[in-house]
């Protein structure tokens, strides 16, 4: 993995020391010091953050230029074409193999907390809390609050919460929370699954995977654990589902993810803590404006059988946060449209449908960005420049080779 990581760094490297005339290399590396990224680098074999939210990271760290040059082809300012050309086809092939190879879930020790194995809708929550923290924790009581009393009359409905976690903290407090819910709401349709491991980043599309495989559901919403919306949002993904006119959908308004302020996210937990649930009404935006630009992810309702199809996500290459859920819907787009349409390079571009309702916001709390393991971004960063930026012929045999490698 080193090898092909190197290799991968060093052709991002010759693209950014040749790109002066078509990167303003200052401007950028201001503004990713706005954006406070490189504090969200970690390094593993550091054991460490490689920058602080008010400066550049280390000089000294390894392919600090091949990172830059990563992000600034992930963000739009440099050509993700120049990837593609200049990276040998042997390497790239090794990446896709890596895909292909079986994912070691048995590998896994896995608890199991099944009540409903066979609902029409399952509503998947991956979550695992940050170093020593109970924010993420907070953030899930109080989503699954909300969404015991949104499903309490609708006995088709199945909540999954996949926990990732060294002992059963997170996992007794939530089973504990669950059964109060199910005492206040009458829903008993939830499923706890706790993958036990101390991993420093999130597992998360392992998780979304573990709940297709395990609850045999005909739909499946995967879902952010920081994201809450209001009872509408429950009733967009009913109505598409029995309209019968596509297999995956974002149900949420225009694509577009609305931000609450630290002080609004305060208000909504601190009066949870005292045992009061706010409407979200109050919250929501009057006027979402239109953009061409959809947000990745966050919530993504796919038809079981298609999740299987394309693979899933692809724990296979990518552990943390990056692309995983635009790696996923570019998955849904090459498998669902015809090859002459598959000629697009970003997320967002072909078949997918989406909610115009203003009333299906979702509504993202504030909290501190996720880390990115420094360590081992370039393969899924290369994967996922594949996915966008490969030959079309090419991606649909590889979409081909992967068919139900979950």
């Known amino acids: 993995m080193k090898e092909i990581n190197d290799k991968i760094a060093l052709t991002l490297e010759n693209i950014y020391n040749q790109s002066s005339k078509t990167l303003d290399k200052d401007r950028f590396n201001k503004i990713m010091l706005e954006a406070t990224e490189y504090a969200r680098w970690f390094s593993l074999e550091n054991n460490s953050l490689v920058g602080r939210v008010n400066d550049p990271c280390d000089f000294s760290f390894e392919h600090r230029t091949a990172h830059t040059a990563r992000t600034a ?11 593609i050309e200049k990276i040998d086809s042997d390497t790239m092939n090794e990446i ?33 809390e940050s170093d020593g923290e109970l924010t993420r924790t907070y953030h899930l009581r109080i989503l699954c609050n909300y969404l015991m009393m949104y499903l309490r009359f609708r006995k088709d409905w199945a909540v999954t919460i996949v926990i990732q976690e060294d002992n059963n903290r997170m996992t007794d407090f939530i089973l504990e929370n669950l059964n109060k819910f199910k005492e206040q709401y009458g829903f008993e349709n939830f499923n706890v699954f706790t993958v036990v491991k101390s991993d420093k980043f999130m597992k998360k599309s392992c998780c979304y995977n573990l709940a297709c495989k395990e609850i045999e559901s005909e739909w499946q919403i995967n879902h952010d654990v920081d994201l809450v919306f209001t009872s509408k949002f429950i009733d967009g993904i009913e109505n598409f589902c029995r309209a019968n006119i596509g297999k995956y959908f974002q149900p949420y308004c225009f694509g577009k993810v609305t931000q609450l302020s630290p002080e609004q996210t305060n208000v909504i937990m601190d009066t949870h803590e005292k045992g009061v649930l706010l409407a979200i009404e109050p919250f929501l935006e009057r006027k979402v404006i239109v953009s061409p630009v959809k947000a990745p992810g966050g919530s993504v309702v796919v038809k079981r059988d298609l999740m299987i199809e394309v693979g899933g996500y692809d724990p296979h290459v990518i552990e943390g946060y990056g ?39 979702i509504l993202h ?11 081992n971004a370039f393969i899924p960063f290369a994967y996922y420049t594949f996915l966008t930026h490969g030959d079309p012929k090419d991606r649909i045999e590889f979409m081909n080779s992967i068919k139900g490698n979950l």
């Open 365 to 375: 709390f504030s909290h501190p960005l996720g880390l990115i393991d420094v360590d």
């Open 96 to 128: 896709l193999n890596i895909r292909k190879r079986p994912y070691p879930y048995d590998s896994l020790e896995i608890k199991k907390h099944i009540n409903c194995k066979n609902p029409k809708y399952n509503f998947v929550i991956p979550v695992k």
């Open 323 to 361: 692309p995983e859920d635009s790696m996923f819907w570019l998955k849904l787009e090459l498998a669902t449209l015809k090859p002459s349409n598959t000629g697009f390079n970003e997320p967002h571009i072909g078949g997918g449908y989406y909610s115009n309702h203003i009333e299906t916001q």
């Open 73 to 83: 082809m992930l963000w739009g300012w440099l050509d993700s074409n120049l990837f």
